[in-house]
């Protein structure tokens, strides 16, 4: 019974990820913004990324799990 409450701790999260549309500025590439959040039971991770930066993230973190 243990094992199964600490399970469902452990895998509970929430993933927000809000799009902020495309950015310009001068001398800059447009970029396409996303809001992300990510919570767990103990963390939070939250900020601006681009979506090669959140494709970059998936990429790793898909590629450490074995």
Do not use: P
């Amino acid at each position: 019974m243990l094992i199964n409450l600490l399970k469902n701790m452990i895998m509970k999260f929430n993933l927000k990820i809000d799009h902020l549309g495309k950015k310009e500025e001068k001398h800059d590439a447009e970029k396409d913004l996303y809001h992300l959040s990510f919570k767990t039971y103990n963390a939070e991770i939250q900020g601006k990324f681009e979506r090669s930066e959140i494709r970059h993230m998936i990429e790793m973190l898909d590629n450490a799990i074995v």
